[in-house]
C-alpha cells in the first residue's frame, strides 16, 4: 500500500475520493503538523512508499507554472548557534530524496511572499518553497519508507502571494492529478 500525502484538502480537490492502491492523508499546513500527523500514520500502518503532492511558491524565475518532482530539502527558517541560516542544530541541512531531475524546495512554517525573503531563501539553493516537504522526508527517513514529493507552482513568492495561492490552488490539483496518473497511472 502507498500513503497519499498533502498539507490541505485543497490540494487534492481534482483528484477522485478512493485511489486504488493508496491511502491518503491530509496533515495539515507547517512542519509541526505534517511532521506529527505523517509520524501517527506510519506507527499505524505499513507502505512501501510516500507520494507527497502539493503546491509550492517558485523563487526560480526559470521555473514555469507545471508540476515539478523534488529532489532535496532544506530549511529556510531555521539558524544554527553559529548564525547561519538554513543549518539546523541538529538536523541535516539538505535532505536527499532522489537522484533525479527536479528542484530544491525550501521549507519553513511562514508563507513566503516577499521580494528580500525570496532573495535570501534563494541563496540558499533552492527553487521553490514550500511549508512541510522537509518535514515529510526526515520522518520518512526515520521510518525508512521512500517518498517522492511532486509539487505544482501556485505563486511567485512575492507580494500577495497568498491571493495567488488562492486563486490556483484548483488549477494547480489538477496539474498534480495529471502528473499523478503520468507516475502511477489511474
Given amino acids: 500500500m502507498k500513503l497519499l500525502v498533502a498539507a490541505l484538502d485543497a490540494e487534492l480537490v481534482a483528484f477522485p475520493a478512493d485511489i486504488p492502491g493508496f491511502e491518503r492523508l491530509v496533515t495539515g499546513p507547517g512542519k509541526l503538523q505534517a511532521a506529527v500527523e505523517l509520524t501517527r500514520t506510519l506507527e499505524n500502518g505499513d507502505y512501501d512508499e510516500i507520494v507527497v503532492l502539493g503546491t509550492g511558491g517558485a523563487i526560480d524565475a526559470a521555473l514555469e507554472a507545471d508540476v515539478y518532482e523534488v529532489v532535496a530539502a532544506l530549511q529556510h527558517d531555521v539558524t544554527d548557534i553559529d548564525g547561519i541560516v538554513g543549518q539546523h542544530v541538529s538536523l541535516p541541512?539538505?535532505?536527499?530524496?532522489?537522484?533525479?531531475?527536479?528542484?530544491?524546495?525550501?521549507?519553513?512554517?511562514?508563507?513566503?511572499?516577499?521580494?528580500?525573503a525570496v532573495a535570501a531563501i534563494r541563496g540558499l539553493g533552492a527553487g521553490m518553497v514550500d511549508m512541510e516537504t522537509y518535514a515529510y522526508a526526515w520522518v520518512a527517513r526515520r521510518y525508512g519508507v521512500p517518498v517522492r514529493v511532486f509539487k505544482a507552482v501556485s505563486d511567485r513568492a512575492q507580494d500577495d502571494a497568498i491571493t495567488d495561492w488562492r486563486e490556483t490552488v484548483t488549477a494547480c490539483s489538477a496539474l498534480l492529478w495529471q502528473r499523478f496518473r503520468v507516475e502511477y497511472g489511474g
Fill in 93 to 116: 541541512p539538505v535532505l536527499s530524496l532522489n537522484d533525479g531531475e527536479g528542484v530544491t524546495i525550501a521549507t519553513g512554517d511562514n508563507f513566503v511572499d516577499d521580494a528580500v
